[in-house]
């Protein structure tokens, strides 16, 4: 993490991320996670270990990096890849972003990969049915849909591709081309679980595919553990998905995969709008923050388009000397965005993978530890 970013204010903050609210959360314990369950309340939580309290932010003011590419200097001959989710029954401002990308990127637009969360908090079928009419309109036959907790709200349909449609798929290969895969991993229920029958699936799928092109896992859940934060009926809680580590033990095993998850749409996550590389670092259980997984694989954000954030991530694929170089970056409306993550990641036609993350200079996670308001309990400052 480079250390000499300038430190940005929390409107300056908020502008840049399109956020509209943040509700600082004081962070003194450890709240117990609810076992999977979104909507449960944390039990009283054992004392946090003593730890040193987090430097204040360095001051010192960095130049900006540029992302690595955008609409502004697309040039053209890449297959683009779309991903998205948690549109929570906000449809127009998801529509206008996919008509955004189609209006840059034309037919080099090859496909659409939605992480879920389509309703929000109860299942509404003309919700439902306005969010497919969008999609239909603006991207017939190249767009996939995967599921969220939303998904599994009562009076939502069986996620049935011959009910709903060919692109609406929980789990399994989404879309293939010659220098790419997209794996839905889909919510399996609403409670926050990768079960162990997904797992093997997955497992089984990445052991067949070719090691020399990305494959871009989409799951609606998170590996990591989420501190807690204010909103989703979860005030004071934590996120943590069950099966986490199992999983990442079968992804480390494919260095070329992409990982993108969904569901925690707050700035108060600072990996919201991040690329990490592999050999990153994360908590991943509350029974214990001490205990880190390491990441042997790309780990990146999909964006939201609720609650004023209207941004999703694109991928630019290009096959050169060196491989297949993949160039993400998150874009809200037809710009990209200087406060989110760049990243080029190459593929070798040896299977070995490398990672350039470009952080821009609004980009700070120390800052956004104080934004959040839980900087005092530093047991997750190591993970970023």
Not at 183 to 195: C, K, N, T
Not at 280 to 288: G, L, P
Request: with cysteine; glycine share 10%; aromatic share 10%.
């Amino acid at each position: 993490m480079n250390e000499k970013k300038k430190r940005i204010s929390r409107r300056d903050f908020l502008r840049g991320a399109g956020a509209v609210t943040a509700g600082a959360v004081l962070m003194g314990t450890l709240g117990a996670c609810a076992a999977g369950s979104e909507a449960a309340a944390a039990e009283a939580p054992a004392p946090a270990p003593e730890h040193t309290p987090m430097p204040e932010p360095d001051p010192t003011p960095a130049q900006p990096i540029v992302p690595a590419a955008g609409p502004s200097n697309y040039a053209g001959g890449a297959t683009v890849l779309a991903f998205a989710s948690d549109q929570h029954a906000e449809t127009p401002g998801f529509a206008a972003w996919i008509a955004d990308q189609k209006a840059v990127y034309g037919d080099d637009l090859a496909f659409l990969a939605y992480g879920g969360d389509i309703c929000d908090k109860a299942w509404t079928p003309e919700v439902f049915d306005g969010f497919k009419a969008a999609l239909d309109e603006a991207m017939p036959g190249k767009y996939g849909v995967t599921t969220g907790n939303q998904e599994h709200k009562a009076g939502a349909p069986a996620w049935d591709p011959a009910v709903l449609g060919p692109g609406f798929l929980r789990l399994g290969e989404a879309a293939r081309g010659d220098d790419y895969r997209v794996y839905f991993l889909g919510a399996a229920q609403e409670a926050m679980v990768f079960p162990a029958e997904d797992i093997a699936a997955l497992a089984a799928y990445l052991d067949e595919q070719p090691s020399n092109i990305p494959v871009f896992v989409v799951s609606h859940f998170p590996l990591h553990l989420s501190v807690p934060y204010n909103g989703h009926d979860i005030p004071g809680g934590y996120r943590m998905t069950l099966g986490n580590d199992a999983l990442t033990e079968v992804l480390n095993a494919h260095p070329n995969v992409i990982f993108l998850w969904g569901h925690n749409h707050t700035f108060q996550d600072p990996r919201y709008g991040t690329i990490r590389p592999a050999g990153s670092k994360f908590t991943w259980n509350i029974e214990d923050v001490t205990r880190k997984l390491t990441i042997g694989f790309t780990y990146a954000n999909l964006g939201s388009f609720c609650r004023g954030s209207t941004y999703g991530c694109i991928a630019e694929l290009r096959r050169t000397d060196a491989g297949v170089e993949t160039t993400m970056y998150y874009v809200d409306t037809n710009v990209p965005m200087l406060t989110k993550e760049s990243a080029v990641i190459t593929v070798a036609p040896d299977g070995s993978v490398t990672a350039d993350v470009k952080t821009s200079d609004s980009t700070n996670y120390i800052d956004m530890f104080y934004l959040a308001g839980w900087y005092e309990d530093p047991s997750f400052a190591e993970d970023y």
